[in-house]
């Protein structure tokens, strides 16, 4: 007689254990970072690095049979009720020409949803793009009658009619842009804290006009780093489309912020009378990405590197793509005010992503703060603007503990220190200005703020190659040969560090021009010399901002003044950003102010020091020079 073999005990999969135990489906102790089965057995312990999206992290349960479910709404959004015969007949037919057939599911307005199927390389008119798509009406905000002058607020109502926008190029030339953008989202690489689920497309719900949009921030918007850098190292490439796709409230609003900016961007690049319908996309999408931070913040629980991600995306889309003058320094305090939140926890520490986005959070917020005078409040009574000094300084040491902080906008981590040190310095000679009444106490004061002012000079005269290794790999430059590409991030470090010099002597300890005529000439020639050696050479100017205008702020000598103009004028013409014509405005308006004073003083336009920030106050303007 056999003998019966004893049943298995059933357990419950809880999809906790490590990758090597599940490959070898053994019980797995779970004891990190490297378990005790993969040690005794010498093995490699791949970790647990990966969630699952289907499996709750807290319990490690899951519904069965339903891992792979896609929401129905979203399938067939936009469909109407097809019966059983036309749903088989689509799946049968998704890899031919819908011309091909006479019934009325082909011809439907929306193509059929099983385009995402294995397709025929021969046959691209069966991916389901439509034109038609740009045409459709979609519910939300919308501006109404929104003004040319890019300083003027759109009126945003929850009633949104039809666009009625055209297709902005040919079919085919749509459907290149969707292959590229195919091959964009491949080349994302996910980091091991930010995944997406296999079955999931990035943006599942998006119309093919936002594709196009999102198509257009990737490729052109993004791209916009000094030293050409590959897309897995470019944050505005992989860590926030990556943040976007997220189903949240934070993501949702990052998302829109995101194709609001690259609606304005190309509404810019085609112009006043090409560009209106861009710009009425953009401010509905500025609308919805508002509505979702709202919601977002009102949240118990947030993720801190979408809502920051969103909140510097939003500020930078209206007041640097649109710039619009007012109103981004409540941004900056909303953001700083949410970072401080999470100084305890110091995220940036704990991810990439949070690093990424303080980064970017950090490197804006020393820059935005040049442009306008420190408070006469001593920083030591409260702070700055409301803005915190002491505790954005221990966020600052944290995110340039890494080698690779500043490289996105072309500096250092060493030149934005020095940078955010002559700010408080400027700040502490208003506090002490204010509060020193003692003659004595006021020289001993003096002389230390000009000791501070020198030791910072000085450490700006080192030689700016100590972090050129660390920009380059950062960059993780591979479109152009590696000693064009040394020489690049030298010339742009470079002159991001005489800036730092010019904005120390000339803005801060008010030297007449002439002094720094010097520096001013070196940031020039090194920028007309990058503008000519970069990639892109006089099509497009990927220079950083601040640096070409604080030289240019200060350029009297006509060869100089020259120079400054021509890159102004690319800048202006080339980069499809609002803020850099308004750059340009203030730029001539102190020149012409220079020559008046000069005249009326019978004296040199060197010898007379002029507070640009003064003059933009008296434009009506406020520029953030990002």
């Not at 019966?4 to 970072?33: E, L, M």
């Not at 995402?116 to 069966?126: C, D, G, K, L, V």
């Not at 009406?137 to 300083?151: K, T």
């Not at 030149?415 to 506090?431: S, W």
């Amino acid at each position: 007689m056999p003998k019966i073999k004893p049943s298995k005990s059933r357990f419950n999969k809880t999809f906790t254990a490590c990758w090597t135990c599940r490959a070898r489906s053994v019980r797995c102790d779970q004891a990190t970072p490297h378990c005790e089965q993969c040690k005794r057995r010498g093995l490699v312990c791949e970790g647990y690095h990966i969630q699952l999206v289907w499996v709750d992290k807290d319990t490690g349960s899951y519904e069965p049979m339903q891992r792979r479910a896609y929401a129905c709404e979203l399938t067939w959004k936009g469909y109407p009720a097809w019966t059983l015969k036309e749903v088989g007949h689509l799946i049968e037919t998704c890899d031919q020409r819908p011309e091909s057939c006479r019934c009325r599911v082909h011809h439907h307005r929306v193509t059929s949803p099983f385009h995402s199927f294995s397709q025929t390389e021969s046959n691209p008119e069966a991916r389901g793009f439509s034109c038609e798509h740009l045409n459709e009406p979609e519910s939300g905000f919308v501006a109404s009658n929104p003004s040319d002058n890019g300083h003027d607020e759109a009126v945003l109502q929850l009633t949104y009619p039809e666009l009625d926008i055209e297709p902005l190029e040919p079919a085919d030339e749509q459907m290149r842009h969707l292959d590229q953008l195919e091959i964009l989202l491949n080349q994302i690489s996910a980091t091991e804290h930010l995944r997406l689920p296999p079955y999931q497309p990035l943006i599942p719900t998006a119309t093919h006009f936002e594709n196009y949009l999102f198509h257009h921030y990737l490729l052109i918007s993004s791209a916009m780093l000094p030293v050409d850098a590959k897309d897995s190292t470019n944050p505005w490439r992989s860590v926030y489309p990556l943040m976007a796709a997220q189903n949240t409230t934070s993501g949702r609003s990052l998302y829109h912020a995101m194709l609001a900016q690259s609606a304005h961007h190309l509404g810019k690049l085609k112009g006043e009378e090409n560009g209106q319908q861009d710009k009425v996309k953009a401010i509905y999408c500025f609308g919805m990405a508002l509505r979702e931070l709202q919601q977002a913040l009102e949240e118990p629980t947030q993720d801190y590197s979408s809502v920051l991600a969103a909140i510097l995306t939003i500020t930078s889309t209206e007041h640097v793509f649109r710039s619009s003058s007012q109103g981004w320094r409540e941004h900056f305090r909303a953001a700083t005010r949410f970072v401080m939140r999470h100084v305890a926890r110091r995220p940036w520490k704990l991810t990439h992503e949070a690093w990424a986005v303080t980064q970017s959070f950090v490197l804006s917020h020393v820059i935005a703060h040049t442009a306008h005078k420190p408070y006469t409040l001593a920083i030591s009574q409260g702070h700055e603007e409301n803005d915190n000094y002491e505790d954005v300084y221990d966020v600052l040491c944290d995110t340039t503990a890494n080698s690779s902080f500043g490289y996105t906008i072309g500096g250092t981590g060493r030149l934005i220190k020095a940078l955010y040190h002559v700010r408080r310095l400027e700040a502490q000679m208003a506090a002490e200005a204010g509060t020193t009444t003692n003659a004595t106490d006021a020289h001993a004061t003096n002389l230390s703020l000009v000791e501070e002012a020198v030791t910072i000079l000085n450490d700006l005269q080192n030689p700016p190659d100590d972090g050129l290794d660390a920009y380059l790999d950062s960059a993780g430059t591979v479109r152009m040969p590696l000693d064009r590409a040394r020489t690049l991030a030298s010339l742009h470090i470079n002159l991001f560090r005489n800036a730092v010099g010019i904005y120390l002597l000339s803005t801060v300890l008010r030297f007449p021009p002439s002094t720094v005529a010097g520096y001013v000439m070196d940031v020039l020639s090194d920028a007309w010399l990058f503008v000519n050696m970069s990639p892109h050479g006089t099509t497009y100017c990927s220079l950083s901002l601040w640096p070409l205008f604080v030289a240019a702020v200060d350029a009297y000598l006509p060869e100089a003044q020259d120079i400054a103009e021509r890159i102004l004028e690319l800048v202006a013409k080339t980069s499809g950003v609002k803020n850099r014509c308004d750059v340009k405005c203030l730029v001539h308006k102190v020149w012409a102010m220079r020559i008046d004073l000069a005249q009326e003083s019978n004296c040199g336009p060197g010898d007379l020091w002029i507070d640009w920030r003064d003059v933009m106050t008296q434009m009506d303007m406020d520029i953030l020079f990002l």
